[in-house]
C-alpha cells in the first residue's frame, strides 16, 4: 500500500521559510516522478513543482527563485524549500507520486498524499 505523508506546514509569516516534507512508504521511490502541488480555497490544485527520477526540475512560474524542490531516495524522502513567502502562497499543498519518468500535469500522478495547510500572513 502506497502512503505519501507530508509534513512542515505551519502558519508563517511573508517573507519567511518553510520546508515540507514528504515521506512515501510502499513504492519503490527512486523509480518515481515527484512533485507539490497547491490549492487554495476556490481555485484549481496546481503544479508548483517537479523532480524526475533522475533529479531534473522544474517550477511553476510564481515561485522560480524562491522555492526549491529535491529528493533523498535512500530516506524516501520529498522536500519543498520555500522561502520568500507571499500571502498568495497561503494553499493546501500536496505531494504527489508518478510512474512517469516526466509528470508536469496532475492527471500523471498516480498516488497523493492528504496535504499540509500553509498559511502566509501579511
Do not use: H
Amino acid at each position: 500500500q502506497v502512503q505519501l505523508v507530508e509534513s512542515g506546514g505551519g502558519l508563517v509569516q511573508a517573507g519567511g521559510s518553510l520546508r515540507l516534507s514528504c515521506a512515501a512508504s510502499g513504492l519503490t521511490f527512486g523509480n518515481y516522478a515527484m512533485g507539490w502541488f497547491r490549492q487554495a480555497p476556490g481555485k484549481q490544485r496546481e503544479l508548483v513543482a517537479a523532480i524526475t527520477s533522475g533529479g531534473s526540475t522544474n517550477y511553476a512560474d510564481s515561485v522560480k527563485g524562491r522555492f526549491t524542490i529535491s529528493r533523498d531516495n535512500a530516506k524516501n524522502t520529498l522536500y519543498l524549500q520555500m522561502n520568500s513567502l507571499k500571502p498568495e502562497d497561503t494553499a493546501v499543498y500536496y505531494c504527489a507520486a508518478s510512474g512517469s519518468y516526466y509528470a508536469p500535469a496532475a492527471n500523471e500522478y498516480d498516488y497523493w498524499g492528504q496535504g499540509t495547510q500553509v498559511t502566509v500572513s501579511a
